[in-house]
């Protein structure tokens, strides 16, 4: 199975070609890049450029993009019209956002990557019918915009009463809306569980999350070293491996203490071994 590697491990830095370079010398072959302003900053052509002559010289492959979840640099702290979300029931601001994500995208012309991954919602979102409408008409514009730069819109489960799994399908088949998943295997724990999400989305999985907690917080641990972690990898390995084809193994983790960088990465190698041995 592909191995990729969330920048997210580090999104609190400033995303440079040193940490690129740590990266594919660890023998890492791809990165999902989260687009977060402090750490990759989609209006600043300069930072875009300078990582896309990198990325023409170098073998390591950008897999995908984490579309942005705040407009700001600081985790939407500066304020809540920072968020970003597709179920803005305003639409002038709804439209704001949807450009905010069409920048993210435009990265595609310089650095060319498959897959957008798109929350629908933001966490612990109520269901609501209007929702599903704005949602919808963003998500329509965002996918013709993304498939012209060659880029697949996929959708990933998160713990809201939006996206859980089951949601996510009664979304596309509502809609119409040919669309496909990330399955987030850290979110489905807090939700209805790996192996339900799994048998749900298991036609449309596209791409994954990798990551584990306790059953309540989405802290992102890291399975096998971190404490507190509650999911079954075995048996989550045995349902990824159940599919014709094979999904990447995408870790998606968080900056801890007890890991620091750069020598985490020898750390993100052995969950990949780890998982493969399983």
């Known amino acids: 199975m592909d191995h990729v590697l969330s920048t997210h491990l580090f999104v609190n830095h400033r995303l440079t070609s040193v940490w690129l370079d740590k990266i594919w010398q660890a023998g890492i072959p791809a990165v999902e890049i989260f687009c977060a302003r402090q750490h990759l900053d989609y209006r600043d052509r300069a930072q875009i450029n300078e990582l896309g002559h990198?990325?023409?010289d170098s073998e390591l492959k950008l897999h995908s993009l984490h579309s942005p979840m705040y407009s700001d640099d600081m985790w939407g702290r500066s304020g809540p019209n920072a968020h970003i979300n597709l179920t803005e029931p305003v639409k002038s601001k709804r439209?704001?956002?949807?450009?905010?994500?069409?920048?993210?995208?435009?990265?595609?012309e310089t650095i060319p990557?498959?897959?957008?991954?798109?929350?629908?919602?933001?966490?612990?979102?109520?269901?609501?019918?209007?929702?599903?409408?704005c949602?919808?008409?963003?998500?329509?514009?965002?996918?013709?915009?993304?498939?012209?730069?060659?880029?697949e819109v996929l959708l990933e489960n998160i713990p809201n009463q939006l996206s859980s799994?089951?949601?996510?399908?009664?979304?596309?088949?509502?809609?119409h809306l040919k669309l496909n998943f990330c399955l987030d295997v850290g979110h489905a724990n807090l939700n209805e569980g790996v192996p339900t999400a799994f048998k749900t989305l298991k036609s449309r999985i596209r791409s994954t999350h990798l990551h584990d907690n306790n059953g309540a917080d989405?802290?992102?641990?890291?399975?096998f070293f971190s404490e507190g972690r509650t999911i079954d990898w075995p048996e989550t390995m045995r349902l990824l491996r159940s599919q014709p084809g094979d999904y990447p193994l995408l870790l998606e983790l968080r900056e801890l203490p007890e890991f620091q960088l750069?020598?985490?990465?020898?750390?993100?190698?052995?969950?990949?071994?780890r998982l493969e041995a399983l």
Do not use: C
């Open 54 to 56: 990198w990325f023409r």
């Open 95 to 108: 439209l704001e956002m949807l450009d905010e994500i069409k920048r993210a995208v435009e990265i595609s």
């Open 113 to 133: 990557f498959r897959y957008l991954i798109q929350h629908l919602g933001v966490a612990e979102e109520d269901y609501d019918e209007r929702k599903v409408e």
């Open 262 to 273: 750069p020598q985490s990465l020898d750390t993100v190698k052995q969950i990949f071994e």
């Open 218 to 223: 989405d802290s992102h641990l890291w399975p």
């Open 135 to 151: 949602a919808f008409t963003a998500l329509e514009e965002l996918n013709l915009f993304a498939r012209e730069r060659g880029v």
């Open 165 to 175: 799994a089951e949601r996510l399908i009664h979304f596309v088949a509502q809609t």
